[in-house]
Structures are given as structure tokens and as C-alpha cells.
């Protein structure tokens, strides 16, 4: 399995931008579709974004579109997601995942970061 650690969560205002970071351990980092989820209080766990191994293929849930982007860096270990216009409903923390198909991990992944929280005021 791979190893995962986030960060770049925080405190921001509502239309503010946050970048985070997801760092992946192993050598087995490219093999490996990868996903940012978020959990609110009192809410269930949903998948924001995915992406495939190479980076060619991602996929949005519908209350992000057009303001988040999820990338990698394959080169690095390391996946990102740009949010830019954040607005309250955006807070949650923020678990970045691993698995080993870009279909499967919409229903769940077999590794998973520590998350980090965000928090948008408005």
C-alpha cells in the first residue's frame, strides 16, 4: 500500500483560493488512480475529484466544477487540488485517497491520508 499525507488546509474567506498538497510514499505512486474526499460535520464522506495514474483523466462532483482542479505529479509523489472561489459549503477536512482504478474509487480506496481541515468563512 501507499502511504499518504496532506497538507495545505487552513482557514480562508469565502471567494479565497487554497492549494492542497498530497504526499505518497513508495514506488508505486503512478500505479495508483487517486482522489480528494471531504467530510463535513454530520454529513457522509463524498468524492470531490479523481484523477487517473497518468494524470489524462479527472472527474468533478458537480458542486466543485469549474472551481477546483485536481492535478499530479507523478515525478513527485504528489497530488494537488486547487480551489480557487471557495465558498462555506467548500469547509470540511479533506482526505486525499488511493486506489487502484479510476472507476473504483468512487465507492471507496484502499489508502488514505490523515486529512486536513478547511475552513471558509463567509
Known amino acids: 500500500q501507499v502511504q499518504l499525507v496532506e497538507s495545505g488546509g487552513g482557514l480562508v474567506q469565502a471567494g479565497g483560493s487554497l492549494r492542497l498538497s498530497c504526499a505518497a510514499s513508495?514506488?508505486?505512486?503512478?500505479?495508483?488512480?487517486m482522489g480528494w474526499f471531504r467530510q463535513a460535520p454530520g454529513k457522509e464522506r463524498e468524492l470531490v475529484a479523481r484523477?487517473?495514474?497518468?494524470?489524462?483523466?479527472?472527474s468533478y462532483a458537480d458542486s466543485v466544477k469549474g472551481r477546483f482542479t485536481i492535478s499530479r505529479d507523478n515525478a513527485k509523489n504528489t497530488m494537488y487540488l486547487q480551489m480557487n472561489s471557495l465558498k462555506p459549503e467548500d469547509t470540511a477536512v479533506y482526505y486525499c485517497?488511493?486506489?487502484?482504478?479510476?472507476?473504483?474509487?468512487?465507492?471507496?480506496?484502499?489508502?488514505w491520508g490523515q486529512g486536513t481541515q478547511v475552513t471558509v468563512t463567509a
Open positions: 513508495g514506488r508505486t505512486f503512478t500505479t495508483y488512480a
Open positions: 485517497a488511493a486506489e487502484r482504478s479510476f472507476s473504483t474509487i468512487v465507492t471507496g480506496a484502499r489508502s
Open positions: 484523477i487517473n495514474w497518468s494524470g489524462s483523466s479527472t
